[in-house]
């Protein structure tokens, strides 16, 4: 019989020294419980804690003992939504020249008639193994709570937690293991503590994926396969359930970039696998085209034996990270600086200023044929947007490489005047501040940039669904957005607060090189410290999100209220849709409550408006219930206009709602 200690010692120790101090004489005082001597139990769990403290073997069958504990290290008894899935590890190689590491699942086990509860936190758990070598790496997939669970006692809820713990075939340490991606990447995006599907709604980490997506699937059910197919959109397929997958969510976030996963770790002893082991199992997920058998689209081949002979790790690495290091290359090879002045007619100038990666001027003329677009948006009332989407002052200053007749280069900078009546001044300091988004994007092609008359041809252009044609994603990039503030009289202008949404936790998903809108209508806003007019404790430059309220006012945008468009509403509807952000956490850094002190009514539908904590809150709560809640504490849903913005500020949510980030749904008691 062999075992492996580790918190199972630490009890034993305990028993030790207590059976000690009973043989001289002493007492603890308690007579304590069967199984439980001396020590209370949990009797309400936060955190779930789970660890496989003990393997062993008899005759080849394994019994684990589980060691369950909350968050103050109390003891849990009493589960009854306990289970694991075990699994073994061939080695690369083993089933094939070529062929990787792959897990097979071994025995499933599950339901109080297959576990001992020993009435001290432990579980016992002895089952059988189909096909059990105790020479591979055994693993052990513990699982237990969620949503509707509770303890035997039927009241105490078990939030959920999944674990894996590896050994070697005898109960000890394990000699290898395939630990590729952490759990820390993959919540990244999606949120801890939630399921990271709708279809497995139980299941919250890629472990457990990995562990039962095994060797023991069809290849596209398995993990290696299936991990790349769900965040790209290669290939569209449905489940058993006829859900759809197109990976279209994924692969806007991820933008086929590997190592926005495959993030190198010391504590994955696999990290590089990804580029040192290639195999067609592995690359038809994404190269659907390829037929390796048939010799379509590669050379003929049968099995993985001869792939590492051309793919070595080194340039199987460039080939895929090529593309989104060339980006960001072009991306940092200019950047903007914007400033803007109001003068006695109350119009803006805007001045802008290329700069290179040094910092240093650029000459607008310079560079201006190899422009494929550069925006500038102005609004007014940076808190309370009053202009609205169709009242703003936009211009496309730059177009495929053709200055606007509305703009000059003076000086080698890009200037250009409003041309729309601002309405400053008709409610104090937010009210007189104009506040411009500057956007810009260069043609590029196979990495550099080039002169838009070069890609600006017939075969380059889509066309959107009012007959607009617009260059191709592929022949532009996106580059730094900046953001400038001007008020009536040389005042300090109005600014946006920016504590409640951090565009870092934006750019954890999306990555800096995201572009923003890219397509038919807007040139891909990059979001960068050049947006920054303020800085964190630690003289850091702060992020925000507020340029993108030139655009998403409080009357919405192109669609009205029709499609909540305005910046508190947008990002919760468009975030909800997609079904990957389920906690305040993953975007929030804070909530400033106090900024709704500044907001009026929100469009929440065609014509109709709420005030703003309702509208707000009903962005993502959208039951008829809440809404009957809200407007019985003189909130106003889809309303006129006017009666919206004149109870704006009578709201009473925050009377009894005292909202953080940690809990949302906290009430003052």
């Known amino acids: 019989m062999n075992v492996q200690n580790n918190k199972f010692k630490l009890l034993l120790a305990a028993g030790a020294v207590s059976m000690a101090l009973t ?6 005082g308690n007579d304590g419980n069967p199984g439980n001597p001396g020590g ?115 009241v105490t809820s078990v939030p959920r937690r999944e674990i894996v713990k590896d050994f070697d075939g005898y109960g000890y340490k394990a000699l290898y293991t395939k630990n590729i991606v952490s759990h820390e990447t993959c919540t990244s995006c999606h949120a801890e503590g939630k399921p990271l599907t709708t279809r497995h709604s139980g299941y919250y980490t890629q472990e457990t994926c990995a562990t039962c997506h095994s060797s023991s699937m069809s290849t596209e059910s398995q993990w290696n396969h299936l991990i790349h197919n769900i965040h790209n959109t290669a290939k569209t397929f449905e489940d058993k359930y006829g859900k759809e997958y197109t990976g279209q969510a994924a692969e806007k976030l ?51 034996s001869n792939c ?56 607008v003329n310079s560079i201006l044929p190899m422009v494929q677009r550069l925006e500038i948006v102005t609004n007014v009332g940076p808190n309370n947007v009053t202009l609205g989407y169709s009242g703003k002052d936009s211009i496309n200053a730059i177009k495929n490489g053709v200055l606007d007749a509305a703009a000059k280069i ?44 070069d890609v600006v041809i017939d075969e380059n252009m889509d066309e959107d669904d009012r007959g607009n044609k617009f260059l191709k994603d592929e022949f532009y990039t996106g ?34 090189e995201f572009e923003v809108h890219k397509g038919s209508h807007h040139a891909g806003f990059v979001m960068s410290e050049q947006l920054s007019h303020t800085k964190d404790a630690n003289d850091m430059p702060i992020i925000g999100v507020d340029a993108c ?34 906690d305040c956490a993953q975007c929030h850094n804070d909530f400033n409550l106090d900024a709704f002190k500044a907001k009026g009514a929100l469009a929440t539908a065609g014509g109709q408006y709420s005030t703003p904590i309702a509208a707000t809150c009903t962005s993502c709560h959208t039951s008829d219930s809440v809404k ?42």
């Not at 199987?316 to 989104?324: G, K, M």
């Not at 019985?632 to 009578?650: E, P, R």
């Open 549 to 582: 309220a030139a655009c998403h006012t409080p009357d919405g945008t192109y669609a009205g209220g029709a499609k909540k468009g305005a910046l508190e509403m947008k990002l919760h509807v468009v975030h909800g849709e997609q079904g990957i952000i389920k």
């Open 40 to 154: 209370p139990a949990a009797d309400a769990i936060e955190v779930l804690h789970l660890d496989v403290t003990k393997v062993e073997y008899d005759n080849g069958t394994p019994t684990i003992t589980v060691f369950a504990t909350n968050e103050d290290d109390l003891p849990v008894i009493g589960l009854k939504d306990l289970g694991l899935v075990a699994a073994q590890l061939t080695p690369m190689g083993a089933t094939g020249a070529g062929n990787s590491a792959q897990w097979t699942r071994t025995a499933r086990v599950s339901g109080t008639q297959n576990y001992t509860d020993n009435k001290d936190g432990s579980y016992s758990l002895t089952f059988e193994v189909d096909g059990l070598d105790q020479e591979l790496t055994q693993r052990y997939n513990v699982y237990a709570g969620g949503e509707g669970s509770t303890l035997l006692d039927g």
């Open 308 to 363: 590492v002979a051309c793919h070595n790790a080194s340039w199987t690495e460039e080939l895929h990270t090529q593309d989104s290091l060339a980006k960001k290359a072009l991306i940092d090879q200019y950047g903007l600086n914007a400033e803007s002045t109001i003068d006695e007619t109350q119009t803006a100038t805007i001045s802008i200023q290329v700069v290179d990666a040094s910092g240093a001027a650029v000459d």
């Open 23 to 28: 043989g001289c004489g002493g007492s603890d």
């Open 254 to 304: 991820i933008q086929n970039n590997c190592k926005a996963c495959h993030v190198e770790s010391e504590e994955l002893t696999e990290w590089g696998n990804w580029s040192r082991i290639p195999t067609m199992e592995t690359c038809t997920s994404c190269h659907v085209d390829i037929d390796f058998e048939a010799g379509k689209g590669h050379s003929q081949q049968n099995d993985n």
């Open 628 to 669: 009957a809640h809200v407007e019985s504490q003189g909130a106003i849903i889809n309303g006129a206009k006017d009666v919206a913005n004149d109870a704006a500020q009578l709201e009473t949510c925050f009377y009894c709602h005292a909202p953080v980030i940690e809990d949302h749904t906290a009430v003052k008691m």
């Open 479 to 512: 580059m730094k957005a900046d953001l400038a503030f001007a008020a009536l009289d040389g005042k300090a202008p109005s600014m946006r607060h920016v504590d409640s949404v951090n565009f870092t936790a934006c750019a954890s998903c999306h990555t800096t």
């Open 410 to 453: 003076e000086d080698g900078k890009l200037v250009y005047t409003t041309s729309k009546d601002l309405k400053l001044g008709a409610n104090g300091i937010d009210s007189e501040t104009a506040f411009t988004f500057v956007g810009w994007a260069m043609c590029s092609d196979k990495g550099e940039f080039i002169n838009c008359t």
